[in-house]
């Protein structure tokens, strides 16, 4: 698609054009800057409070009108064939929209570049020959480091053009990745536009194999949801769940490269960790056990056992007056708060205020004219506190955890008919903790005080909640996340094929139950755009035996020779060919990830250093000095590099609890790479791959 057999622009030069409006760009995008930095409002607050949040408004404008140098102000153009509507072009009139990651105006307010998430935009993303949307030119911009070196232009509407594929949008794919994740903004594909543009108020799943986009897609989703309903989001909040540490590192500079600031991203152990910390962990079974659904009824049989019925009155003295509650009608208030289910806490509230009531009705029946005080009043008497720890005691949810772990015949009680026997002594302590604090709590207890703070007190919910590798979620995990979107939605990002957990979801229906959004929409995504062909087709053998019926990925990207498996002559030749396949990647440019079983990462790391390599940890950043980065299968899971070696592919099976985990987790070590391949094996390869 060369722009210049159908060029229009009024210069003869159009790339020289293009760099200026660029040039032009940065200098109005400055000037916003400036404008924002010299706002004075020390005259237009009332007070102290008013000035604190529009001063830190004010900050969060500046630092979103920050020029990126390295990024793109812009990377495409629509020329419409048809004036667009000023309204839904953000002020703008005429038939020439720059897209880019913001929007910037010149001084009189006419827009030089559109965000790329404003409706006038989408025709970017979407128009085709075959529906051209109004679009008589596409055309994109190639950079090279934040200058503007190429341009290519695609006529929807010309016959006479012959459809290609565009070269600069798959040299931005293929482009070598240093340091953090990059957005996707410049390459966003239709199927992956409509998601990102799926409205607020639904929930949406995206099945996506490895190369998909479906990490870039649920970020750019919100993006493009802060844009669409910012005053709403902007209340009730937004968050972004991954796997670790690392990955959120890795995918932390996406949103602010998109103007987004603002956005919380956490792991579920973040999530849960409030109340205790977490310093043991289970054996898989326990694990599986306490992260199964059925522990959500045992806790709240747990909270509700402390319910006992009243066998006494209730005599509340004001005065030289007695006024009696009988215990029967004591006994109908706890039936109706049960009946009601209301949140235990909630309850625990009520009850006083309820006995307070029946006192205020005797009090009126005798002619007094009580107030709402003395109802408080009463409800804060002796006889009455008395009364509601008898009948309703407050209930601390860790130590109610504690107990069901600790006592054998209290957790019996609870889980029967939930939980067979066995499944009570897999989770029983065999030594119980003295206490909360002393206690060596594991992960999955965490999400069981979760569970039990949510049944006592109700979790404050957000408005839209993204959750990135979702498929290694435990039921429980996944009701932890959905209370914290419980009134609100969510964009679940995942794949069952790298489900690497013993507790992982079998389908995304279950998973959808479990979070409370059993009405989601599934989408799949099966093209890929980052892992070469010949390297998905290879890791997609495994697909029949851990994930059966899933659709292998097709990946659009031809890379000859992108893949190499190589054995060598036994173990003790191993770590120096690992140490070679390592070198030999690092003569390409981009980033390269070396990748083992957990259990042979200290020996790789002896032989990097011993011939002189250094290399970063996952979730470090690579950068044009350091490219190398020795990964634990284990943390592999999200990450991708240019380059990737793969040390010892039955290690990384071995290294999990059984095969179908074991092989999955080598599945996700596989699909790592975006440009090329190495497999190194001393011992036989696993059956499906030889």
């Known amino acids: 698609m060369p722009a210049h057999e159908h060029e229009s622009d009024t210069t003869t030069d159009p790339l020289a054009h293009e760099r200026a409006h660029l040039t032009a760009s940065r200098a109005a995008l400055r000037a916003m800057r400036e404008d924002a930095q010299a706002l004075d409002i020390r005259d237009v607050t009332a007070n102290w409070v008013n000035a604190a949040v529009l001063q830190a408004q004010i900050t969060d404008r500046i630092k979103s009108l920050a020029d990126l140098a390295h990024t793109p102000l812009f ?44 409706p006038v935009s989408q025709p970017f993303y979407r128009a085709s020959r075959k529906d051209p949307l109004d679009v008589g030119r596409r055309r994109r911009f190639g950079y090279t480091g934040g200058e503007l070196t190429a341009y290519e232009d695609e006529h929807l509407t010309d016959p006479a053009e012959a459809e290609q594929t565009s070269k600069l949008l798959q040299a931005e794919i293929e482009r ?11 390459t966003i594909q239709p199927e992956q536009d409509e998601i990102v543009r799926s409205e607020l108020g639904g929930t949406v799943c995206v099945q996506g194999g490895p190369g998909t986009g479906k990490t870039a897609v649920g970020l750019h989703r919100v993006a493009y949801l802060l844009y669409a309903h910012r005053e709403r989001l902007a209340r009730t909040g937004t968050l972004v769940i991954g796997p670790n540490k690392s990955f959120l590192h890795y995918i932390e500079q996406v949103l602010p490269a998109l103007g987004e600031l603002e956005v919380k991203q956490a792991t579920v152990d973040d999530l849960v960790t409030a109340q205790v910390e977490v310093r043991g962990t289970d054996e898989a079974r326990a ?32 005065g030289s007056r007695r006024w009696r509650v009988p215990a029967y009608e004591i006994e109908e208030m706890v039936k109706e708060l049960l009946a009601r289910d209301m949140r235990y806490g909630a309850a625990h509230e009520a009850l006083p205020q309820r006995i307070a009531h029946a006192v205020l009705v ?26 509601v720890k008898a009948v309703w005691p407050a209930v601390d949810p860790s130590k109610l955890v504690l107990r069901l772990l600790s006592d054998p015949e209290f957790l019996a009680a609870q889980a029967d008919g939930l939980l067979t026997e066995d499944e009570q002594k897999t989770i029983l302590w065999t030594r ?15 999400v069981l005080i979760d569970e039990a703070n949510d049944l006592v007190a109700r979790t404050h919910s957000l408005g839209h909640v993204v959750i990135d590798e979702a498929q290694d979620l435990s039921p429980m995990q996944y009701r932890a996340v959905g209370r914290r979107c419980s009134t609100g939605s969510a964009t679940v990002l995942g794949d069952l094929a790298q489900g690497t957990t013993p507790w992982s979801t079998q389908s995304w229906g279950q998973a959808l139950h479990h979070l409370g959004k059993s009405d989601a929409v599934v989408e799949e995504l099966t093209a890929g755009f980052r892992v070469p062909r010949e390297v998905i087709a290879y890791a997609s053998r495994l697909l029949p035996v851990i994930s059966p019926g899933l659709a292998a990925v097709e990946s659009v990207r031809e890379a000859p020779g992108s893949l190499s498996v190589r054995e060598t002559a036994g173990a003790d030749a191993l770590d120096a060919a690992v140490v070679a396949a390592c070198e030999e990647s690092l003569k390409h440019e981009g980033s390269t990830g070396l990748i083992a079983a957990d259990a042979r990462i200290p020996a790789l790391a002896q032989a990097l250093t ?3 390599h250094t290399y970063l940890s996952p979730g470090q950043e690579t950068s044009a000095e350091s490219r190398l980065t020795l990964v634990p299968a284990s943390l592999a899971k999200g990450l991708e590099y240019d380059y990737v070696v793969l040390d010892e592919p039955a290690a990384v099976v071995d290294g999990e609890p059984d095969e179908r985990t074991g092989l999955r987790r080598l599945y996700v070590a596989l699909t790592r790479a975006v440009s090329g391949l190495i497999v190194l094996h001393a011992a036989p390869l696993p059956e499906q791959l030889a």
């Not at 509507?85 to 020439?96: C, I, K, R, S, V």
């Not at 070598?176 to 410049?186: E, F, K, L, S």
């Not at 003295?434 to 207890?445: E, F, I, N, P, Y």
């Open 75 to 118: 990377f495409g153009r629509l020329d419409y064939l048809h004036v667009v509507g000023a309204a839904q072009a953000e002020g703008a009139e005429g038939e020439q929209f720059y897209i880019g990651r913001r929007h910037v105006h010149d001084a009189d307010g006419d827009p030089m570049v559109i965000d790329w998430r404003a």
């Open 176 to 186: 070598p990745r240093v340091g953090p994740m990059r957005d996707i903004v410049a």
């Open 287 to 318: 694990a599986v056990v306490k992260g199964d659904a059925r522990m959500a009824q045992v806790l709240r049989r747990a909270i509700r056992s402390h319910v006992t019925m009243p066998v006494e009155p209730v005599m509340v003295v004001r």
């Open 362 to 387: 005797r009090m009126e029946e005798a002619g007094e004219a009580p107030d709402d005080r003395v109802q408080n009043a009463v409800a804060r008497t002796p006889a009455v506190k008395a009364a």
């Open 432 to 446: 119980p903790a003295r206490g909360v604090k002393s206690a060596k709590w594991s992960a999955a207890d965490a």
């Open 610 to 612: 011993e011939a002189g």
